[in-house]
């Protein structure tokens, strides 16, 4: 595929974990790749495997939730990569707390990040799938938009990128844009090692724990978002939009 008329894809958060295993996938499906993470000397592993494997890529440092980044960063990306099609909000942090615990800086920056990082990406983005007239959100939810104890924040988060995915794909889909959410249950990344750390526990132990409640007993890798990322952003998914897709091993919502 020529430069010129190859999509190209932005993914969020794409220095580690999910983020990271999206961005590899969607090289290997042919978009060239703009890996967004707020450090951009951290993104240089997930480009590096890109181009590694023969993709095109492009490390981006943004703050998700500062709209001068945001849109500076859009701009370099279309300058130097193309416009971009397809969006992947995955960027996100947890400050976990009990309510009676959690303070407002925990509640305000899981907000700022996972909302208002959203909203200020698919806003920035919109203009160049609605030029196509063809465009791909993708936004990473969570199982704990169900509700999950020392997560008012988090869970609460989540749950709005559910609304915002929806209102996205009514808005949108006359333009030939698509909105989907993915909602992922326990996912080994360094974030949820580090929930394993603070328990006390060893991530071998913590798993095996978690795995007993997941019908297909493990616990899931990126590669597992990665792969119905994969589907959403397809030219076969174009008659799929507002949904949200659970990719928990088992039933939930």
Request: charged letters at 20%; zero cysteines; glycine letters at 12%.
């Amino acid at each position: 595929m020529s430069e010129s008329s190859q999509r190209v894809a932005i993914v969020t958060g794409a220095a580690r974990g999910i983020g990271a295993a999206t961005a590899k996938r969607l090289a290997t499906d042919g978009f060239a790749v703009a890996v967004v993470d707020l450090d951009e000397a951290a993104t240089k592993g997930t480009v590096e495997a890109i181009e590694a494997a023969g993709g095109r890529a492009l490390g981006v440092g943004a703050d998700v939730s500062d709209a001068e980044q945001v849109q500076s960063a859009v701009d370099r990306i279309a300058a130097e990569l193309g416009p971009p099609l397809v969006l992947v909000n995955n960027a996100g942090v947890t400050r976990d707390n009990l309510l009676f615990k959690m303070t407002e800086s925990d509640w305000d920056v899981v907000m700022a990040v996972h909302l208002r990082g959203s909203f200020l990406m698919s806003r920035a983005a919109q203009k160049h799938m609605i030029d196509a007239k063809w465009g791909r959100i993708v936004n990473l939810s969570s199982t704990s938009a169900l509700g999950n104890r020392g997560q008012a924040n988090y869970a609460a988060a989540k749950a709005g990128l559910q609304g915002f995915t929806k209102t996205l794909a009514i808005e949108l889909g006359k333009f030939g844009v698509t909105a989907n959410s993915i909602a992922p249950g326990l996912i080994e990344t360094e974030m949820t090692r580090a929930t394993a750390e603070r328990l006390g526990r060893s991530w071998d132990d913590y798993a095996a724990e978690r795995a007993q409640a997941i019908p297909v007993a493990r616990v899931g890798q990126g590669e597992d978002i990665a792969h119905a990322v994969s589907f959403f952003v397809s030219e076969g998914a174009g008659f799929v939009s507002g949904q949200v897709l659970y990719v928990a091993g088992g039933p939930k919502a």
